[in-house]
């Protein structure tokens, strides 16, 4: 059998807000398997607090840019051991000049990125010398690209979480504006896809498994359980598609009708959201 320590099972606890002894239950069940501990959690019908946690901490700088007519943006994660490390002047300064050499390297990847030019050295290399000055593990963590008519980026204020959002129209006052709200609400909401059509298969049916079990549990007919776990698949998207969700800022308009306000045929195109912990 494996060892459940107590310290996994705190640690699922935080993750889920779930209870010490239903996440001992979990992970015993499941031989400490943290991701399916928490659909075990789930399909018992206990309070879980996120989809998918767990995720180690790290600190860092995100930093996102566009180029001069906003109609492309580079969202880059440089991480490093300490916060205090991702103060640093020369850190900063390195991850701001990483990123402006991946939007103009058109750079579509950390792995690419790690071999351009960054003065008479690769950015690799540059890394390798950071390190070695610094005294911490330092790395290009992730780089993101968004392309559209127009593209905002949105940097929360610690600098650990950035956003890029790409619309399908041309910049405007009004558009600008919005943009920013819709930047602001990927970053706090942190959605899985813009609408139903880009959430991936395995989630679509990882959420019908969860339903089907949880109303099974819950002693439901075998005849309204297929019913029950298509209005649970319905409402995952309402809440976890960009969309569909209600904004933030006025929970009475979804995002469509945010961006319908501006202009009938405004939509997003694409979105990125990158963080430190990622």
Known sequence: MVEIKASDIN?????????????????????????????????????????????????GLVIAITNETQTKGVILSVNCETDFVAKNEEFAAFAKEAAQIALDENVSSAEQLANMKIGDITIGERVAELVGKIGEKIEVRKLAVSEGAFVVTYMHSNNKLGVLVAFNKPKSDALESAGKDVAMQVAAMNPVAIDQHGVAQEIIDRELDVA?????????????????????????????????????????????????????ELTVVDFKRVSTAD
């Open 11 to 59: 640690r699922l606890r935080q993750q889920t807000g779930a209870g010490m002894m239903d996440c001992k239950k979990a992970l015993t069940e499941t031989k400490g398997d943290f991701d399916a501990a928490i659909d075990y959690l789930r399909k018992k019908g206990a309070k879980v607090s996120a989809l998918r946690a767990g995720r180690e901490a790290r600190e």
């Open 212 to 264: 089907r079990d949880k109303a099974k549990a819950d002693g439901k007919p075998d005849q309204m359980i297929d019913k029950i776990a298509a209005g649970a698949l319905n409402k995952f998207f309402k809440e976890q598609t960009l969309l569909s969700q209600e904004f933030v800022k006025d929970p009475k308009k979804t995002i469509t009708d945010l961006l319908k306000s501006i202009d009938k």
